[in-house]
Structure formats: C-alpha cells, structure tokens
C-alpha cells in the first residue's frame, strides 16, 4: 500500500497541470511550512540562527529544477551568489546545494558548468562549499562528469549519490581516486527496477555497504563522507562498524533536512556527532515538497489536517 502510495505522489511530482495548480490552494501552503521556513534568503538565514546555537551547520538549496530558458539559469547563479555573501555577512556556518537543472543542465551543458565553475570559486573564497545534489536516474551520468571537472580545480565541492541505484557501488569505486565529498542518501525518485533496488531492506542494505566502504577508504584518504539521511538507527550501526575499525564519529557528517526529525538531529549532537541541517526555500517548492510526502505517506495525513479550520 505504502509503495502504491509512494508512486502516486512522484507521479504527482511530476504532473505539470498539478504543479501550476496545487501549490495556490491554502492548506497546501500552510502543510509545506513544515518542511521549508518560507520563500526568501532572509526566512533561511533566519532558521540557522536557533540551529547555529544548537551545534548544527546549515546547508542551502533554493527550490526549483528543470528550467525551461538559460536566462533563468543565471538569474539562479546570481540567487546563490548573493546567498553566499549574505551567508558570510552573517557569520553562518552554511553551505549550498545545486541541482544541475536548476543551472541548465538540460539547455546547455557547458553553460550549466560555467555556473558551477562560478560559483564553486565563491564557495571556496568565502569558506563555504558547493554541493551537487543528485536527480532522477537520466541524469547520473552528466551529474558525475561535472562533478569530476568541477572537482579537477575546486577542491571545495561533493556530489550527491543515491543509495537505491544498483550502479552507486561502482560509481563510489570510479569516483574514489579523487578524493571526493560524498552525499550518501537512499534516493527520492521513482526509478525501474531493472536499475533500483526497490525493497526497503536491499536499499538500507547497500546504503550500509557504501557507508562502510567509503569510512573504511577514508584511514587512507582525505574524503568527506556525509550520511544524508533520518534513518537514526542506519546511522547508528554505521557507526558501530567506524567504531570497531577505530574510525571516529568525526569522520563523517549526519545531514538531514530542516523539519524531519528534529529531536533526533539534537540527540545525536548530544553523543558528539556532526550534524548539518539542509534547509530548503523557495516559491517553487511542489515537486520537492511531493518528493517529502512520498517519503513518508503518513505525512499526506498532516497536509490534509491542514484542510481543517
Ligand atoms: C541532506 C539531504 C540531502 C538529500 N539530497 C538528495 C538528493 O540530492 N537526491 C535524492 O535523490 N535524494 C536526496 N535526499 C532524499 C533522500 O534520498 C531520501 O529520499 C530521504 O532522505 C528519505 O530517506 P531516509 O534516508 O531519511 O530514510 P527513510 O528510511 O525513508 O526514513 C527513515 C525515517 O526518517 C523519517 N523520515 C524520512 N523521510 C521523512 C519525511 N519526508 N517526513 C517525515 N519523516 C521522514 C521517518 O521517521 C522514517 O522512518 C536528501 C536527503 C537529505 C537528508
């Protein structure tokens, strides 16, 4: 039922007549809030700030995917630029995350890497980092291939790879001799079988396997390993196994998303992990906010409370 579920609301996701008309209907509105602070740069920065005091490192990816027109691919680069000196301004301790469609990938290649040129350069200077998020399976390829250039000359930059794909195992051993930053996560689309595990277990399985080759890999070499995911109890055994082989909790990064799990984000700080919150904005939130509920179907039961006065 939950997988059936699951599917209809990326399906959703993806439907545009639904995309230009869910998100105007209040209660939609009111049930995103949970996820996002709200539309501006302002409302995000505004979130660090109980985070920041909490031990919690933020990171910033404003919303939206799949431009039609390369003018809208620049006005996002200068978006995230001015992100990144209001970041500095502010004294955060932010990092930002991109969607290579956001910048064009679908248009212009080369263009949608000159963006992420620019703006990894203004990561670095300003002591930040630049995050490649991952999207559908179509794009793996292409997201890689930027990634390996961008790394080439901007050390401050990881890519995103997701724990569901059958190739990640692979991806993770191509990707290794450049000491790469690497987001794992178990993957938000809804993908074939034929490339995806689609069991729950074959997926925590393999995130499992990836973790611990990529600890076991860092006594060796200087990677960055986040672990972007609410799955506590993951983290933990993750753990357990870094600890048997002498690996300490500072080898990596717990990454979650602004709203999910928020107890939890504070209690493994608590036990001295290093934890960052991704914190999502933006006006064009509805196919990432379906991606949420798709998640965790019991939150279409939380959207559709908002229905009542
Ligand atoms: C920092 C970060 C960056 C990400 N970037 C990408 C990306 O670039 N590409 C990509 O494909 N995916 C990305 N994801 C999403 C990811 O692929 C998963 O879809 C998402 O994290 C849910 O899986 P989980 O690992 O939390 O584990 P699950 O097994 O799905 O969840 C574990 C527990 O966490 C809680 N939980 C999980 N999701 C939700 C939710 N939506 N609402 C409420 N509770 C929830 C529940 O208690 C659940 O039992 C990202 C996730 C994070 C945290």
């Not at 995911?229 to 082989?245: F, N, P, S």
Request: aromatic share 8%; with cysteine; proline share 5%.
């Amino acid at each position: 039922m939950n997988r059936l579920l699951r599917r209809l609301l990326l399906w959703c996701a993806r439907n545009d007549w639904m995309r230009e008309h869910l998100p105007n209907l209040p209660f939609m509105k009111r049930a995103v809030h949970r996820f996002m602070p709200g539309d501006t740069i302002d409302d995000a920065l505004g979130a660090a700030v109980t985070l920041q005091v909490l031990d919690i490192a933020t990171i910033y990816t404003k919303l939206g995917e799949a431009l039609t027109e390369l003018p809208q691919a620049q006005e996002v680069a200068d978006h995230y630029l001015e992100l990144l000196s209001r970041i500095k301004s502010s004294e955060i301790d932010g990092e930002i995350s991109v969607k290579p469609t956001q910048l064009g990938l679908d248009l212009d290649e080369d263009a949608c890497f000159a963006h992420l040129r620019t703006l990894a350069a203004a990561a670095e200077a300003q002591g930040s980092y630049l995050w490649i998020d991952m999207e559908d399976s179509a794009y793996v390829d292409r997201t890689l291939d930027l990634f390996q250039r961008l790394r080439a000359t901007h050390p401050r930059t990881g890519v995103c790879l997701q724990a569901y794909l059958r190739r990640t195992a692979k991806d993770v051993e191509r990707l290794l001799p450049i000491n790469p930053a690497i987001r794992l996560v178990k993957g938000a689309y809804d993908e074939p079988k034929a490339i995806a595990f689609q069991d729950r277990g074959e997926v925590d399985a393999n995130y499992l396997g990836i973790a611990v080759t990529l600890l076991r890999e860092s006594r060796t070499r200087p990677l960055r390993i986040g672990l972007g995911t609410h799955d506590v109890e993951l983290v933990q055994q993750i753990a357990t196994h870094a600890g048997a082989a002498g690996i300490p909790k500072e080898a990596f990064e717990v990454q979650m998303l602004y709203g999910i799990r928020a107890k939890e984000q504070r209690a493994l700080v608590r036990a001295g992990f290093r934890v960052q919150v991704l914190i999502a904005y933006g006006p064009a939130w509805y196919r990432w906010y379906m991606r949420r509920l798709a998640e965790r179907p019991a939150n279409v039961l939380f959207a559709l409370r908002q229905l009542l006065p």
